[in-house]
């Protein structure tokens, strides 16, 4: 069997067929950083439409509202891994993988959904390739109940019969992600996906580190503004945590290592604030390494705004390498140490942010 957990981020997908649904898989598919096919050219405005949704969302890496293609002769849906038949016809002769409402059907909006209830005989290959790009397929035996809280329930709770408002769906599923129930599962899967695709390559040896390394880039996500419009002070930390989980996949602190009992805990941060963000503004993080030794790690996020370039805030962190399961600090592996090493090496001409030791007081009163 073709493993798409490896191939699907350089996958051509199809989507038959026209209308409101069509368009959902269609921005599902290039959200996940895949080239689509589709037979109907009234669903690139419509894809236009929901575009911004899927980047609130979160894109994997190479997503690109480009990568949707009209074709306008049925047989070039032949070179698709897969062909989402909404309604249209599947071209003769095709031997890949073709899903329909029948064998892989999704709950309105798919493009935020992630449920899709696989059957049929393809369904081990179906549920392999919606499983890689962050859906949760599920067959027959899923409890009604689990059903209705992945898709049902969420649209009646974020709009009911008058469809979902994007950033409140958006909201709910990534305010129930702690929990690791219903939709909040479905969110942290995704993300999982997401972040393991990173288009940035883990460190090997002989690379030469960025300096500074450029690792995250987002949209201000509706849950991280207060009742002001503007970005909370713990989203701040939020961005900067996103950042942090960025570098230690670069270094090769991933599943893998954490499954082996090992990873880095903050122990100190200092956020200084510089601008206020807005709802979907866009920002970007920059990552310098300040220090480092056996068992720790100093480092700055430096935040910017991703139109303007304007310093939006710091973060100088302290971070400890630790043995989950004895639950105390121990040296850094060695693989992971000499990443971090070749970073720091590279970082070390870099101007020191002035940011960077800033001690919280207030002036000395004159007496």
Same mark, same amino acid.
């Given at each position: 069997?073709?493993?798409?957990?490896?191939?699907?981020?350089?996958?051509?997908?199809?989507?038959?067929?026209?209308?409101?649904?069509?368009?959902?898989?269609?921005?599902?598919?290039?959200?996940?950083?895949?080239?689509?096919?589709?037979?109907?050219?009234?669903?690139?405005?419509?894809?236009?439409?929901?575009?911004?949704?899927?980047?609130?969302?979160?894109?994997?890496?190479?997503?690109?509202?480009?990568?949707?293609?009209?074709?306008?002769? $049925?047989?070039?849906?032949?070179?698709?891994?897969?062909?989402?038949?909404?309604?249209?016809?599947?071209?003769?002769?095709?031997?890949?993988?073709?899903?329909? &409402?029948?064998?892989?059907?999704?709950?309105?909006?798919?493009?935020?959904?992630?449920?899709?209830?696989?059957?049929?005989?393809?369904? !081990?290959?179906?549920?392999?390739?919606?499983?890689?790009?962050?859906?949760?397929?599920?067959?027959?035996?899923?409890?009604?109940?689990?059903?209705?809280?992945?898709?049902?329930?969420?649209?009646?709770?974020?709009?009911?019969?008058?469809?979902?408002?994007?950033?409140?769906?958006? !909201?709910?599923?990534?305010?129930?992600?702690?929990? *690791?129930? *219903?939709?909040?599962?479905?969110?942290?899967? $995704?993300?999982?996906?997401?972040?393991?695709?990173?288009?940035?390559?883990?460190?090997?040896?002989?690379?030469?580190?960025?300096?500074?390394?450029?690792?995250?880039?987002?949209?201000?996500?509706?849950?991280?503004?207060?009742?002001?419009?503007?970005?909370?002070? !713990?989203?701040?930390?939020? @961005?900067?945590?996103?950042?942090?989980?960025?570098?230690?996949?670069?270094?090769?602190?991933?599943?893998?290592?954490?499954?082996?009992?090992?990873?880095?805990?903050?122990?100190?941060? $200092?956020?200084?604030?510089?601008?206020?963000?807005?709802?979907?503004?866009?920002?970007?993080?920059?990552?310098?390494?300040?220090?480092? &030794?056996?068992?720790?790690?100093?480092?700055? $996020?430096?935040?910017?705004?991703?139109?303007?370039?304007?310093?939006?805030?710091? !973060?100088?962190?302290?971070?400890?390498?630790?043995?989950?399961?004895?639950?105390?600090?121990?040296?850094?592996?060695?693989?992971? @140490?000499?990443?971090?090493?070749?970073?720091?090496?590279?970082?070390?001409?870099?101007?020191?942010?002035?940011?960077?030791?800033?001690?919280?007081?207030?002036?000395?009163?004159?007496?």
């Amino acid at each position: 069997m073709r493993s798409y957990a490896t191939v699907a981020h350089a996958a051509v997908v199809a989507v038959t067929g026209s209308g409101a649904l069509a368009a959902q898989w269609a921005t599902r598919f290039l959200a996940s950083g895949l080239d689509v096919l589709v037979d109907d050219s009234t669903l690139a405005s419509a894809v236009d439409g929901l575009w911004p949704e899927a980047q609130r969302l979160g894109l994997f890496p190479g997503a690109a509202r480009s990568r949707l293609r009209v074709v306008s002769n $049925h047989d070039e849906l032949t070179e698709a891994r897969l062909i989402q038949a909404v309604a249209g016809a599947v071209p003769a002769g095709y031997s890949g993988l073709v899903a329909t &409402d029948a064998t892989a059907h999704g709950c309105s909006p798919v493009h935020l959904i992630a449920i899709v209830e696989v059957s049929g005989p393809q369904a !081990a290959e179906l549920t392999e390739f919606y499983d890689s790009i962050g859906m949760w397929p599920v067959g027959a035996e899923i409890p009604p109940d689990q059903r209705w809280q992945f898709g049902a329930g969420l649209v009646q709770l974020t709009g009911g019969e008058r469809g979902p408002d994007a950033d409140a769906l958006i !909201a709910v599923m990534r305010a129930l992600r702690p929990s *690791g129930r *219903g939709a909040g599962a479905a969110i942290a899967r $995704h993300e999982a996906r997401r972040l393991a695709a990173t288009a940035v390559q883990p460190w090997r040896p002989g690379d030469s580190p960025e300096t500074p390394l450029a690792l995250y880039a987002t949209q201000v996500e509706p849950d991280w503004v207060d009742y002001n419009g503007h970005m909370t002070e !713990a989203a701040y930390l939020t @961005a900067a945590g996103w950042a942090s989980d960025a570098l230690f996949r670069y270094i090769g602190d991933d599943e893998a290592y954490r499954a082996m009992g090992y990873s880095f805990y903050t122990v100190e941060t $200092h956020i200084v604030y510089l601008l206020e963000v807005d709802v979907h503004e866009p920002i970007s993080i920059t990552t310098q390494v300040l220090g480092l &030794d056996s068992k720790r790690l100093h480092l700055i $996020h430096m935040m910017y705004h991703g139109d303007s370039g304007a310093l939006v805030c710091t !973060a100088e962190q302290m971070l400890l390498h630790v043995d989950m399961n004895a639950g105390r600090s121990t040296a850094i592996r060695p693989d992971v @140490a000499a990443a971090l090493a070749s970073i720091a090496d590279a970082h070390a001409p870099l101007v020191i942010p002035t940011q960077v030791g800033n001690v919280m007081r207030l002036p000395f009163a004159t007496r």
